[in-house]
């Protein structure tokens, strides 16, 4: 793959992306202020010593959007790669092993699917404690059903494929077959399948915390940004405006990359189509 043939969108989908990263690894030494530092009075206008402006206590938006980096990103991420590695390992190990396990495995799948996401969240969250790891392991297991079924689908496609079978011939395992021969083989659309549910993560993680069952006060979330403004709305006030158009466009950001990697997979084995 040549850098000239990378198209536009895509470059400016990995520069928006990039710009959120570093803020999202260097937030500390880039913010002028604390993440939940009160520096002036409430909903202070854009300008002066204020960037973008103040909040509803008076905290320095441009400080919190970018610890919000921070936290949104992280979630988010782990709460993919975690949803990943559960959806693809089942998911893969039902279309190798077929009968019975790939039966218990897709009709369990099916009933997940079968109810609605934010809702179950919603009830799960509210019960259990609020913490970090039990919003990114509820986040991963909701999402690793919409996994599982894409996971599934190419790894059937790939595992009646003539060089699965000579592996199969050779005596080979179960765990072999996944990882040498199916899973090298599906990395084209899986990789674009994931940044897309990345995507999906940021959205779903903002839901959450607008919902005020996300990231918990003081952390500094997007989500959480525009639930503590969206007050200010009604007079006039851009600071709830501000965390969403940051929401949007990480999410269009990485769409676009997405899209641009989806033009590329020509097919399953391995996407090695024209670069």
């Known amino acids: ?3 000239s043939t990378i198209p536009v969108s895509a470059w400016i989908g990995i520069l928006g992306i990039a710009v959120a990263l570093f803020c999202a690894l260097f937030a500390p ?9 009160i520096v002036g009075s409430v909903w202070q206008p854009m300008g002066g010593d204020f960037l973008l402006g103040t909040d509803n206590l008076g905290r320095d938006l441009f400080s919190r959007l970018i610890f919000g980096a921070r936290t949104t990103i992280f979630v988010a991420l782990a709460a993919t790669v975690l949803s990943f590695s559960l959806g693809m ?8 092993t077929g009968g019975f396990v790939d039966q218990v495995f ?16 919603l009830v799960v969250l509210a019960v259990l404690p609020q913490q970090l790891w039990i919003l990114i392991l509820v986040m991963a297991i909701l999402d690793s059903t919409r996994v599982y079924r894409i996971g599934r689908a190419v790894a059937l496609d790939v595992a009646v494929m003539e060089f699965v079978e000579a592996a199969r011939l050779r005596g080979e395992g179960t765990g072999w077959i996944i990882f040498r021969e199916i899973l090298p083989n599906t990395l084209s659309p899986l990789l674009a399948e994931f940044g897309l549910r990345f995507a999906f993560s940021i959205l779903f993680l903002s839901t959450l915390s607008f919902l005020g069952l996300g990231i918990q006060p003081p952390a500094a979330d997007w989500g959480g940004m525009v639930k503590d403004n969206k007050d200010g709305i009604i007079f006039g006030i851009s600071a709830a405006l501000i965390p969403g158009g940051a929401i949007a466009g990480l999410a269009i950001c990485v769409n676009l990359v997405v899209d641009w990697l989806m033009k590329r997979t020509s097919s399953l084995k391995g996407g090695r189509g024209d670069a």
């Not at 030494?29 to 530092?37: L, M, T, V």
């Not at 897709?106 to 969240?121: C, G, K, V, Y």
């Open 89 to 96: 390992l089942l998911s893969f190990t039902a279309a190798v």
């Open 106 to 121: 897709s009709r369990f799948n099916d009933l997940m699917m079968a109810i609605p996401t934010l809702i179950f969240a």
């Open 29 to 37: 030494f880039i913010a002028p202020h604390g993440e939940s530092e």
């Open 1 to 3: 793959m040549r850098l």
